[in-house]
């Protein structure tokens, strides 16, 4: 996941990368810095359809089909998500 210009062709230059998406792997690989994420959504960026699919998937620890790892945000948030869950 990367943040661009919306003018920028795709595949063009980019200013960030905020994250990583693989479905190809089983269960699919997602990891994604949500403070990077948020920083620029303060900016003025906006997430693209899939993006904020991904986005809301990280935010609450993944699924069934996506494992979130990596990047330190994506595993304070699956955490918090965890803790949130077992209060209810």
């Known amino acids: ?5 919306s003018e920028n062709p795709r595949g ?7 994250g990583y998406y693989n479905p ?3 269960p ?22 899939t993006g904020e699919s991904l986005v809301r998937k990280a935010r609450r620890g993944g699924d069934a089909k996506v494992a979130v790892s990596g990047m330190p945000a994506a ?4 955490a918090k998500a965890e803790a949130a869950g ?3």
């Open 1 to 5: 996941m990367i943040v661009t210009e």
């Open 12 to 18: 063009g230059a980019y200013l960030d990368t905020v």
């Open 24 to 26: 190809q792997k089983k």
């Open 28 to 49: 699919a690989e997602l990891q994604i810095d949500l403070a990077k994420v948020d920083e620029w959504l303060g900016r003025g960026a906006t997430l693209s359809e």
């Open 75 to 78: 595993r304070d948030a699956a």
């Open 86 to 88: 077992a209060g209810e």
